[in-house]
């Protein structure tokens, strides 16, 4: 499926059938942890839990949504080996570069955060180490509706609120974003997932290429999974528009932002 259809069609699923995929789609997913893994050289810890219910059972009434633990046939789980503003936006990109690769067989899935979730727990569900993973994937088969429907559940901004021109805060036109090809690629990523659809993300287009900051709330340390997942999307949408670029990371907090990198197209 083309990334500017996935992103506005996505939804999760929390209903999972309790039976396990298939043996070519579990290597499948075990294949594309290991390539995500040699990316980013060792950064990342992956562990998949191919036993679902030893995962479920064990975060019972601490992780979920409103209290109620997502069940499913398998997870897969993503921690790294320091904790720093640069490996949780490593940790939102691997993670979701990898669920558009087990949504690309056909799958559902679903993030689930457990951050808040005591380290001793972790470590019993998890093993050593356990503390350190935030977030989850559960993956296998949904029940009923398909992660692809026509429905909407949430607003967006429009693009002008998230994109601006040469100085932050000043609004982009959209004639700008269509003479430097950009209009497609914001249309569609303003349908970019996040934590409580706080959409913490903006850019500034500049010369020389896009600036991405995040906006200062509660919820820092969880945008920054956001800011993440963000910046694999839009590397993704400029690869579909035959364009070519790359992220450079250099944080800067400007008071009630955070800059977090440039992509020089």
């Not at 060792?42 to 064990?58: M, P, T």
């Not at 559940?153 to 100085?167: C, D, I, L, N």
Request: glycine share 8%; charged share 25%; proline share 2%.
């Amino acid at each position: 499926m083309l990334i500017t259809q996935f992103l506005q069609k996505r939804k999760s699923v929390r209903d999972f059938k309790p039976t396990a995929i298939d043996k070519y789609e579990m290597d499948a997913i075990k294949d594309a942890v290991a390539a995500i893994d040699a990316e980013e050289n060792g950064v990342f810890k992956f562990l998949i839990l191919e036993n679902g219910k030893v995962v479920s059972e064990g975060l019972k009434g601490k992780a979920g949504y409103s209290g109620v633990m997502i069940e499913a046939p398998h997870y897969v789980a993503l921690s790294t080996v320091s904790e720093t503003m640069e490996n949780r936006l490593k940790v939102g990109y691997g993670l979701e570069k990898l669920n558009t690769k087990i949504i690309d067989l056909g799958l559902d899935t679903c993030w689930i955060t457990v951050d808040e979730v005591d380290a001793s727990t972790m470590r019993g569900v998890f093993g050593e180490g356990g503390e350190r993973i935030h977030f989850l994937i559960a993956f296998g088969h949904g029940k009923g509706k398909k992660l692809f429907s026509k429905e909407t559940t949430s607003s967006r901004m429009p693009v002008q609120e998230v994109v601006f021109e040469a100085t932050y805060g000043n609004p982009v036109s959209l004639d700008t974003l269509e003479n430097r090809g950009l209009l497609d690629i914001f249309s569609t990523l303003i349908y970019a997932p996040s934590h409580k659809n706080l959409q913490p993300w903006r850019f500034v287009i500049r010369d020389a290429g896009v600036d991405l900051y995040m906006v200062h709330t509660d919820e820092d340390l969880r945008s920054l999974i956001d800011m993440g997942v963000v910046s694999f999307y839009f590397e993704e949408l400029v690869k579909t528009n035959n364009m070519n670029g790359k992220w450079t990371i250099s944080f800067h907090d400007e008071g009630d932002k955070l800059r977090i990198g440039t992509f020089t197209l």
